[in-house]
C-alpha cells in the first residue's frame, strides 16, 4: 500500500480496511528517527498540526502535496453534502469522533435534528464530505455560527509508503534501500532471478 501524502505520520491497515495489522505497515513518523507515533487522542492531533519536519514537507514542480490544508464550509453547504447520502431535518453539528493512530477518523458522529448519523470508514467519509475533494479524514473540525472548518494533513489513507516522503527521502540523499527500509520496516529487500 502507498498514499500520496502521510502528512508526516502513516496509518495501520487495520484501522482504513479491518482486519489484523500487517508487521509492515505501522503508525510511524515520516521523518528522521521513524518512531511510532499515537495520534488517536484529539489534543496529541492538534499539536501536530502544527508539525514541520516530516520528508512528505516538500514542494515539488507541478504536484500539489497537501501536506496541510484546510477546506471551509457554510452550515446550509455541508448539510446538503451529507443529505446527498442521508435523509434528516436540519444539520445541528459534529459529535463524536473516532481516529486512528495517525490521527485520521475512521467513525464520525453527524447530529441532526432526526437523530444521530455515523460516518464509518475513512473512505466514506471523504466521500460524504467531500465537494468534490476531501484529502483526508485526518482533520481537526472547529465550528463556528455560520461555518465549519476542517484543517487537515495528507493526502489519502497515509498506509505504507508516503509517495511525497519517497521523493523528499531521495532530494535528501537517501537511497531505494532507506526509502523501502523507512516505510516498509521488518521487511527484506531480496533480489530474484
Known amino acids: 500500500r502507498y498514499s500520496k501524502s502521510c502528512g508526516g505520520v502513516m496509518e495501520r491497515f487495520s484501522v482504513v480496511w479491518g482486519g489484523g ?22 489534543e496529541k492531533f492538534e499539536k501536530f498540526l502544527e508539525e514541520k519536519g516530516a520528508f512528505c514537507n516538500i514542494e515539488f514542480p507541478g504536484i500539489q502535496n ?7 464550509y457554510r452550515r446550509d453547504e455541508l448539510e446538503g453534502l451529507i443529505g446527498r447520502f442521508f435523509e434528516f431535518g436540519k444539520f445541528l453539528g459534529i459529535g463524536k469522533l473516532k481516529r486512528g493512530f495517525s490521527g485520521r477518523i475512521y467513525s464520525m458522529e453527524i447530529l441532526t435534528d432526526k437523530g444521530s448519523i455515523w460516518l464509518n470508514g475513512e473512505y466514506f ?3 460524504v464530505l467531500g465537494k468534490p475533494f476531501l484529502p483526508s479524514s485526518a482533520f481537526k473540525i472547529v465550528e463556528s ?3 465549519i472548518v476542517l484543517r487537515g494533513i495528507g493526502w489519502g ?3 505504507g509508503m508516503c ?3 519517497a521523493i523528499g527521502m531521495a532530494l535528501k540523499g537517501y537511497n531505494y534501500r532507506d526509502i523501502i527500509g523507512h516505510y516498509y520496516p521488518n521487511t527484506e529487500i ?3 532471478l
Open 66 to 72: 497537501l501536506y496541510r490544508w484546510e477546506v471551509s
Open 145 to 147: 455560527r455560520d461555518n
Open 163 to 165: 509517495q511525497m516522503g
Open 21 to 42: 495489522d500487517k508487521p509492515y505497515n505501522l503508525n510511524l513518523m515520516d521523518g528522521e528517527g521513524n518512531g511510532i507515533k499515537d495520534l488517536s487522542d484529539e
Open 125 to 127: 467519509i471523504r466521500l
Open 190 to 192: 531480496k533480489k530474484y
Open 157 to 159: 489513507h497515509g498506509v
